[in-house]
């Protein structure tokens, strides 16, 4: 079992529509854990963190966290063509150096 | 803020040569950083660990003297890919965490694409 996963998509989602994205993770005392954003070709980005369990919001982004079922996920509300691109879940664990592990990825499109 | 640059962000070289990569954390002390190889479609794979004025802890599978890590200051580290062959092709990226806690994110530079002729 990897210990971040990922459903690979592609997710399609129309214009306007939300895209729901999830990981589950199965370090228990995993403390910290991040969704970044990745275009083609280019590095990841941070767009949220989440450290607690229940909803973040920032904009049209929602982390939402439940440790006791070891699930974070992303909601992008409105989702935008330009919201295209591979979403990471990262999650920090309890192991030596406090290093992120990623999941392999979604690949999310919105078509107009 | 939290900005870090990584320098080149392309090369081109023939095959043995040894190129150097660049990552620079620009407005905040990384007391870690991480290195990263991305191949086409793939996902992100971390190679090591840099830690400052210390020896960078690498993952498995990855040579540590075809991969030499230097992370001599709290805003720099470098990694220099050693005679360069075709199969080292590929995108690296690093990464940084600010030192003023282990649950900072990590602020990722832009990459450096590195083709071996």
């Known amino acids: 079992q990897k210990e971040v996963e990922q459903n690979s998509g592609p997710l399609s989602v129309p214009e306007g529509a939300i895209a729901s994205l999830n990981c589950t993770y199965s370090?228990?005392?995993?403390?910290?854990f991040f969704w970044y954003r990745q275009y083609s070709g280019k590095s990841p980005e941070l767009i949220m963190s989440?450290?607690?369990?229940g909803d973040k919001e920032d904009g049209r982004f929602t982390a939402q966290l439940n440790k006791a079922s070891q699930y974070v996920s992303l909601l992008i509300r409105d989702s935008q063509p330009s919201d295209s691109a591979t979403y990471l879940c990262?999650?920090?664990?309890?192991?030596?150096?406090?290093?992120?592990?990623f999941g392999g990825g979604t690949r999310l499109m919105v078509k107009p | 803020g939290a900005v870090v640059s990584q320098h080149p962000s392309w090369v081109i070289c023939k095959s043995g040569t040894s190129v150097k990569i660049e990552c620079r954390s620009l407005?905040?002390?990384?007391?870690?950083m991480f290195w990263y190889r991305q191949f086409p479609k793939q996902s992100l794979m971390l190679m090591a660990t840099?830690?400052?004025?210390?020896?960078?802890?690498?993952e498995q599978g990855v040579e540590k003297d075809k991969f030499l890590i230097n992370h001599a200051s709290l805003t720099l580290s470098t990694l220099t890919v050693t005679s360069a062959h075709p199969e080292d092709s590929s995108f690296y990226i690093c990464?940084?965490?600010?030192?003023?806690?282990?649950?900072?994110?990590?602020?990722f530079g832009d990459g450096t694409r590195l083709s071996i002729l």
């Open positions: 989440i450290y607690s369990n």
């Open positions: 407005d905040f002390q990384a007391t870690t």
């Open positions: 370090d228990r005392g995993s403390q910290s």
């Open positions: 840099s830690n400052e004025g210390s020896k960078a802890t690498y």
């Open positions: 990464s940084a965490r600010s030192h003023r806690g282990d649950n900072q994110p990590q602020h």
């Open positions: 990262a999650v920090r664990g309890n192991n030596a150096g406090n290093m992120l592990t």
